[in-house]
């Protein structure tokens, strides 16, 4: 299998939101992407933009794609997170995931950033046990909190 | 006690920094902080903020922050991470936390965001209580992975 690992442009947005859509179902929540393609036109591409996209390409389809932006973290300054690294279902285990993940390393190696962030599913082992064969860690005791707009909705209108 | 909420200022961020030195020593990590009061001045205060803080002044005095930024979800477009919470030792149990708090929460309700995200230790148990309470929801089975940039170098270079 040949594919070639470059920036994404504009156009790559309707296979990126397929694959963002992909992952979605295989984390059990198929209902939870509300993202747009012209969302990821609008905002992946603005003169600062909210986010950057690596794509896999084999025979001119897009296989795979790795999205990520900028943290600023409080202790270790400007950060990366991967927000999302996917492959499509047919070609895992190719090699194709292992590349677009160097391909951001790189750049945070590139930039001298201190850290490189991401979130996994502690029930997704093969990824886990791929993070830490390359030297990620697992920061078992901190946990992910979120509020959703309904959430907010809800506390804000009830003080 | 009287205090109030206000967008801090270059000349806060010696307090700020104050502030994240505090927290990184209750979380056990007082090493870990390499951020310096000129990063926080470039970073924060530049044309694309990299991060925005509220404090709360008392009597002249800093005696708290939330320090957030912007990231972007392939689910749920922008949303905000609320990356600190952090009211010094001496005014705690005393609203101010939760004046913080809100005024983030208010920021993302205002914008129309669609979600609020960040981290707390398993262990802090007060916290946590705090958060569930107004509604925000412990995501139990995501883990944060992280790499550092020695451990960046160390992959790399291996390859």
């Not at 973290?73 to 993940?101: C, P």
């Amino acid at each position: 299998m040949t594919f070639i690992i470059r920036e994404a442009q504009k156009e790559d947005m309707p296979s990126v939101l397929k694959l963002i859509t992909e992952l979605a179902v295989f984390e059990r929540e198929p209902e939870a992407v509300v993202v747009t393609v012209e969302d990821l036109v609008n905002y992946g591409f603005k003169k600062e933009p909210a986010f950057f996209t690596f794509v896999a390409e084999e025979a001119g389809t897009i296989v795979g794609m790795a999205l990520f932006y900028y943290r600023f973290s409080t202790w270790k300054g400007v950060t990366i997170h991967l927000e999302d690294l996917i492959v499509t279902q047919s070609h895992r285990g190719s090699g194709i995931g292992k590349a677009l993940y160097d391909k951001v390393l790189e750049v945070a190696h590139m930039k001298g950033l201190k850290r490189v962030e991401w979130a996994v599913l502690d029930w997704n082992t093969t990824a886990i046990k791929f993070y830490e064969s390359t030297g990620a860690v697992i920061q078992k005791d901190w946990r992910v909190c979120q509020m959703t707009d309904a959430g907010l909705k809800k506390y804000l209108e009830s003080k």
